[in-house]
């Protein structure tokens, strides 16, 4: 897209030709001119999640740190298992990266059992399964 603040102009274009009356969707994780990218064109989702306040479905693109790069897919839509995949032409991850990667899913893990007991009833339904 080409955004001209000064004269209130905002061009977008799409990739391919649009049907009149088709439905046209975004996706805020593929950035063409995101300059923190893993890959030309991929946002991370937490860079995402820190711009935009959300984070989409997956395919997810991690970044922590400046070494530590996976995707996050799930297998089959709903099916709450997933596989991960780093970087081919990167060292996979050390044993420090492992290490705290399973001490955060732990401490997450004791976030999301503390705001059940708290919270869960208080929100709507959608809300509360956008967040765990």
Not at 59 to 75: K, S
Not at 86 to 91: A, R, S, T, V, Y
Not at 121 to 129: D, M
Request: proline share 4%.
């Amino acid at each position: 897209y080409i955004m001209n603040l000064s004269d209130d102009v905002f061009a977008l274009r799409a990739s391919r030709d649009i049907k009149e009356g088709e439905q046209i969707y975004t996706s805020f994780n593929e950035c063409n001119i995101c300059n923190d990218t893993k890959d030309e064109g991929i946002e991370s989702t937490p860079n995402l999640f820190h711009r935009r306040g959300f984070v989409e479905k997956y395919p997810q693109h991690w970044i922590i740190g400046e070494n530590l790069l996976f995707d996050v897919t799930e297998n089959d839509e709903g099916s709450g298992q997933f596989q991960i995949s780093f970087e081919e032409d990167k060292p996979g991850p050390t044993y420090n990266d492992v290490s705290f990667l399973t001490n955060e899913l732990d401490r997450l893990n004791k976030v999301k059992e503390k705001m059940t007991d708290q919270t869960q009833h208080q929100l709507p339904a959608h809300e509360w399964n956008s967040i765990w």
